[in-house]
């Protein structure tokens, strides 16, 4: 089956600079890639996602690359602020399948 | 469209006992995930239902199993609880098959003492 792994687990991070949280997966079928944010208590929820016949996604300050060939997949945060506070969570999953595998996620601070 | 609801929000048990949480997904939604998360192992999948049937399971052991209604709403079981079933469990709900996007409840904190 399908391996996510995410880096780094925790990351501290000064207002204003960017934060970078890396994925990499196994399974060359997986061809959907989605992000989520999970605030202090709350659901996660989807902030951004990218398919496989794409290399980048933007939306504003959130952006997401992917390196099929590599078998990795990034989350970029810029301008980062306090509210970005939270723990991110990459995921793979196969279009045509049901099952979803998630990164182990990745404990962002932004220091005001 | 109202989102993903879970019932209970909290529940304690103690060991030996057991427990059915439930999930009603989005409006239209047939397709319903669960999800175990802990401190430091993340989101880990259970099951997941589709039209009433089970599509994919997880590693967990039989002690779980779920189902899931004509209504698309599901229920999760928990035989013979044990400490380390202690954790927040999550629902999401999506579309089906080829519709990607997956909406999660809020979860159901389970201590089990």
């Known amino acids: 089956g399908e391996n996510v792994e995410q880096h780094p687990s925790t990351l501290s991070v000064q207002e204003g600079d960017s934060a970078v949280i890396k994925c990499t997966y196994s399974?060359?079928?997986?061809?959907?890639f989605p992000w989520y944010k999970q605030e202090l208590g709350k659901r996660p929820q989807l902030i951004i996602d990218?398919?496989?016949?794409?290399g980048e996604k933007k939306d504003q300050r959130i952006a997401v690359t992917l390196n099929k060939t590599a078998k990795h997949f990034s989350l970029h945060i810029t301008e980062t602020q306090p509210e970005d506070s939270a723990v991110y969570f990459c995921?793979?999953?196969?279009?045509?399948?049901?099952?979803?595998?998630f990164g182990t996620g990745t404990s962002l601070t932004v220091i005001p | 469209k109202a989102g993903v609801t879970q019932t209970p929000r909290y529940l304690i048990k103690t060991r030996g006992q057991q427990v059915t949480l439930s999930c009603s997904p989005i409006?239209?939604?047939?397709?319903v995930s669960w999800y175990q998360q802990t401190p430091g192992q993340g989101l880990q999948f259970l099951f997941e239902?589709?039209?009433?049937?089970?599509?994919n399971k997880g590693n967990f052991p039989g002690r779980f199993s779920g189902r899931q209604f004509s209504n698309s709403r599901s229920e999760m079981n928990v035989s013979t609880l044990e400490l380390g079933d202690s954790a927040l469990y999550l629902c999401?709900?999506?579309?089906?098959?080829?519709?990607?996007?997956?909406?999660f409840g809020p979860g159901t904190r389970l201590t089990v003492l």
């Open positions: 999401a709900s999506r579309g089906g098959p080829g519709t990607d996007t997956q909406y």
């Open positions: 399974d060359s079928a997986s061809n959907y």
């Open positions: 990218i398919r496989s016949n794409v």
């Open positions: 995921a793979a999953s196969e279009n045509t399948g049901n099952q979803f595998y």
């Open positions: 409006s239209g939604h047939r397709s």
């Open positions: 239902y589709f039209s009433e049937t089970q599509r």
